[in-house]
């Protein structure tokens, strides 16, 4: 059963890009893990996280449970810190 | 003449934060490491980070599970700090000190209870129908087929291609996560495998597709989903 409002489709440019990924090499969920804890500090100091962990921020456009987490670690710091 | 306060070095701030990050992480690692009344004490206090992390990520997702009560949702808190307890303790030698280490444990508190809360969230729901699917390719087709008439050929070519270039593991897996909103932890659970290896289907099913679109002659380069 799909109880998603159907007056509300998705917009076309969120469906393609959910259909197809992200455009070129990116981590696989594993990899995710392992370096989600340094890409979120370098994230939050910015200090290029994406120059220091290459393909991380490809894979958490097209993985919506690692986008997630990567959110909620991001956002526990920020509450913390 | 120098004063012995003069030749330390200046620490800038973010220096000085980090080098505190450096002993906090080497300072559990000692506790943990140690035997005795000294390690209880860490993993206890472990455990209490571990919890608050794990409400901190129920608590973000509470309207995904309406239905749950505070004793339920608290119970989930407390197995996904259980859980996440024993991820921590058994891959201590995984540590590589790359960030602080409790920034690396709260990794696995949220990880166990965001896990638990989608496929709480899921429990007893069937996986949609294909036809759903189609229905979200058609819906957005239509809604913008005024604006760019090429788009009702393009998701046309698009369900073309799902039904008839992909395995039909590659097809499920696409079809319930992408376009029915599947979290891909509820498809890993049903289908006894791992996000990970999930993941990796759909990544070969998205190439694959984006190579016949291409061969297809449509232009489908820049297409990206929003930074998270
Ligand atoms: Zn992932």
Known sequence: ?81 | MASATMTMPIETPAEDSAARGEDDSRRWLQRLGASGPRRDAAVVELHGLLLKAARFEIDRRRASLPHLRGDDLEDIAQQSADDALFAVLSKLGDFRGEARFTTWAYKFALLEASVKVRRRAWQGRETPLAEDAWAVLADTAGRTATARAEDTELFGALREEIEGSLTEHQREVLVAVTLNDVPIDVLAERLETTRGALYKTLHDARRRLRTALAGRGFRIEGIREEAP
């Open chain 1, 1 to 81: 059963m799909n109880d998603r409002d159907k007056s509300k489709a998705p917009e076309r440019e969120a469906v393609l890009a959910r259909l197809l990924g992200p455009d070129g090499p990116e981590l696989g969920c594993e990899e995710c893990f392992a370096e989600l804890d340094r890409y979120v500090e370098l994230d939050l100091a910015g200090s290029d996280p994406d120059g220091n962990v290459p393909g991380m921020r490809a894979h958490l456009e097209g993985c919506p449970a690692c986008a997630e987490d990567f959110r909620s670690l991001k956002a526990l710091l920020e509450e913390t810190d």
